[in-house]
């Protein structure tokens, strides 16, 4: 009796088993719908019955997938912490480093970039603490990932190339690291790095020889032909891509894999053998694989493309479309958005007014269904006209969504047109003034040589030599900050020893340095310390800063110092004086743009707000210290690494 009670509860395990891998199933089949919380709720239930730590997982793991498909960020956050802790702590670190990914892309797609490579980092944090190279290595994987969905090429490099390095050293290695090797030789294909893709390109394939390396590779192989295809076609050895092109084109045709490169392939392929027509076929399939990606900022590369064959085609006007939509894609996303969201609102109306319609018609004809004939007829006839309403009104709305969307187009263009035509503004004014201005002082330079002797004269030319040089400055700042997020994100990083840059810096302005003040520069980094920075961004904040000290002390000291915090991951710049200060008031207006606290005295009000736009841009911050009375203290954050 006590062996047949114990198989009895065996089987009953069994059965609550199977039926759990039912349930388990059913939800992840039904993410994202109406239905995933009823079968949720029942695998739920089954797990309870059940003493399986894999399936205690995927309580959390489901019921975050959930949230991440129906775009729920501040609920998806919730459940995947709780998911990463389970894992975690039931040593499951491979599989919990790899579930932020879905979270952070969703991210992206709802434009809250910053947020997303806040949350990198916070991994990478996490990662680094626990001591594991395997999972620092995710979490450069994961941060690679996100900049490569956002473009952010001179950032996605290194950190794949990072996550390699520690995957390849592993005693197992993921099979993942295929993937990871592709997406950095597409990157570098993108960038114009051929000969760096090359070697990744050859690196895969000795890999591939490597018995620690198993899996199902078939689609991940699929990719590396196509990028081996493109790196002939950009050496143009056509007989090489002809041959990686035919395997590519073997496994799509087999429907082994399906990716966005199988059509940029043929798109270069054909438009390198002068088959125009064909490429612009596969860019239209492109442009259609990356909108219902809702992928953004690709459907504008797509658009690029288009335009640029339908101007070797001859199709001027369909390629001026093509281009006017890629500069709606690249520079209006917000506008875009919510163009799209009233365009499904307007057709949400028209499909509500329709099934009310219709509801009201079956009604009708359930309730006079034994009704004569010529009753019939009349509801017949009833029906149509409403039909033609319906017709007529759905008509009139697309002409008017279409009217809408031209005007909207138009403004847009007209919008860009004049962005264009204000910064081709700024720099062509600027262009002139400069020119006469230097030649003014110059002269009145050579005109002072020449009568030194004569003080009222030297005086005068002096006052024209000095408010010259500030014109000068004031032109220069307001083109720094009409350039300056172009400047930031084509300026790449470099390894640099700031303290050359502090020195520099303070021996330019040393002339202008009043004679009753001391400037002093204290350093406590080792000579041979070197941080990521871009240096010419970094160059302008730190003359913004140290410029502001120079104009507003007439006397006593300037001291710029720096050193490292306690955690040895930022630098802190310190630049305080004995000028003038900062009244109280104003204290909280110093960084906005074209704010100054003397509106008589000249300059632009910019230099400051460049500043701290840069420390931003760097992940760092700039702020002013209220607490010293001395005069006036900033304070410069700027991490190591960014």
Known sequence: MAEEHSSLVVKDKQEDDAIAVIWLRRSFSSLGTPSFMDNYNHFKKRVELLDNEIYNINVHELIYYHYVTVGNADSARVYLNKAFEYFVTHGKEKAAYTLPTYYLLMLIRQNQTKEALNRCQYYLGLAKASGSKENVGRCYELSATIYKEIQMYSLAIPAYEKYI??????????????????????????????????????????????????????????????????????????????????????????????????????????????????????????????????????????????????????????????????????????????????????????????????????????????????????????????????????????????????????????????????????????????????????????????????????????????????????????????????????EAFVHYNISDIVTRIIDNFRPKVSSNTEIKYESTLPDDFKMSIRLDSITMLLNGIIGNAVKYTKSGTILIKDELDETNTNLILIVEDTGIGVDESDADNIFNLFFKENKYELGGGIGLFVSQQVAEGHGGTLIYDKEYKEGARFILTLPLEF
């Open 165 to 490: 390095e520690i995957a390849k050293e592993a005693t197992h290695p993921d099979t993942g690291i295929y993937n990871d090797i592709n997406a950095l030789a597409e990157i570098n294909f993108f960038v114009g790095n051929y000969e760096k893709m090359n070697e990744e390109l050859i690196l895969f394939d000795s890999l591939m020889n490597n018995e620690h390396f198993t899996g199902h590779l078939t689609g991940t192989i699929a990719v590396w032909n196509a990028l081996k295809a493109n790196y002939f076609l950009k050496k143009s050895n056509k007989d090489s891509a002809e041959i990686y092109i035919e395997n590519m084109r073997d496994m799509y045709n087999k429907n082994i894999v399906s990716n966005h490169l199988n059509y940029e392939t043929e798109i270069r392929y054909n438009e390198f053998v002068g088959n125009y027509e064909k490429a612009l076929a596969y860019s239209d399939t492109l442009l259609q694989f990356y909108q219902q990606e809702q992928a953004s900022r690709r459907v504008g590369n797509a658009q690029l493309i288009q335009a640029r064959l339908n101007n070797k085609l001859g199709n001027y006007k369909a390629a001026s479309a093509n281009y006017a939509a890629y500069i709606l894609s690249k520079d209006s996303l917000d506008t875009a958005n919510l163009q799209k969201q009233a365009i499904a609102m307007q057709s949400s109306k028209e499909v509500a007014d329709a099934q009310l319609a219709e509801g009201e018609v079956k009604q009708k004809l359930a309730e006079n269904q034994n009704i004569t004939l010529w009753v019939f007829v009349v509801g017949l006839l009833l029906i149509g006209a409403l039909l033609l309403f319906l017709l007529t009104y759905y008509v009139k709305n697309q002409y008017r969504l279409k009217e809408y969307n031209a005007k909207l187009k138009v403004a847009l263009n007209r919008a860009e047109e004049g962005v264009r035509v204000k910064e081709n503004f700024m720099h062509h004014i600027s262009h002139e003034v400069r020119t006469p201005l230097n030649a003014i002082i110059g002269f009145s330079s050579i005109i002072d040589e020449m009568y030194p002797e004569d003080k009222g004269m030297h005086q005068y030319l002096s006052v024209i030599n000095e408010n010259g040089q500030k014109l000068i400055d004031v032109i220069t700042g307001i083109l720094n900050a009409s350039d300056l997020q172009n400047t930031m994100i084509s």
